[in-house]
């Protein structure tokens, strides 16, 4: 395989792991490592023209999630990202396919299944973001086909705003308590694990536009 690849994980022992998976497909000498999403995005821009790959995990220090995927993703457009969670929850997959990882993959998962899923992706098989639980079995990531309640939508776009609970409980004449419960209704409708989260899937879907 030309080009290169960037381990992204701030625990040494698999970064170590994931780097030895990544030189059977790339070489010895076409594996970089970060142990930050920051770091990461510094050693990608010295070495932009060859790299194919970022294997990144979610849970990092500092940059995380997605935010860090959105940035890998807005810094190198062309460079596939897949992340590798400590993860398995349903809603943390879904998160990281829509803000833009080609695979989430489970670190349950062998160092097998994690290569065949690099190959595919770096192949073009992939057609859709793909989920790799740690039993190695595909999963889907769609947020439940379910509505929001119009009160639900009035708080969605509040939040979007930025405003906390407390203050969207004053302008709906809300108890806080009860926003609280809708906003974790509105984030398992989004498939969704938080504020951030929320604003970039509204505006994917079109809920919320901040013109």
Request: aromatic fraction near 4%; charged fraction near 20%; charge should be neutral.
């Amino acid at each position: 395989m030309t080009g290169t690849a960037l381990v992204v994980e701030d625990h040494p022992l698999y970064r170590d792991a994931l780097s030895h998976v990544l030189q059977r497909i790339f070489g010895a000498d076409g594996v970089r490592t970060a142990s930050t999403a920051e770091e990461g995005l510094k050693a990608a821009a010295s070495s932009i023209a060859e790299l194919r790959l970022v294997l990144l995990d979610p849970g990092l220090p500092g940059l995380q999630g997605c935010e860090a995927i959105a940035a890998f993703r807005r810094a190198l457009p062309q460079v596939a990202v897949v992340a590798i969670s400590a993860s398995d929850d349903r809603r943390e997959a879904a998160a990281a396919l829509r803000c833009g990882a080609a695979a989430f993959v489970s670190k349950a998962a062998s160092t097998e299944v994690v290569s065949e899923v690099v190959r595919r992706v770096l192949s073009g098989e992939l057609k859709e973001p793909l989920w790799i639980s740690g039993s190695g079995a595909e999963g889907a990531c769609e947020a439940p086909a379910e509505d929001l309640t119009p009160r639900q939508v009035e708080i969605l776009a509040l939040l979007c705003q930025g405003h906390p609970n407390k203050e969207i409980g004053l302008r709906l004449g809300l108890a806080e308590v009860t926003v609280k419960m809708h906003v974790s209704s509105v984030f398992k409708v989004l498939g969704v694990a938080n504020r951030t989260q929320a604003v970039l899937e509204a505006r994917r879907r079109g809920l919320y536009s901040a013109g």
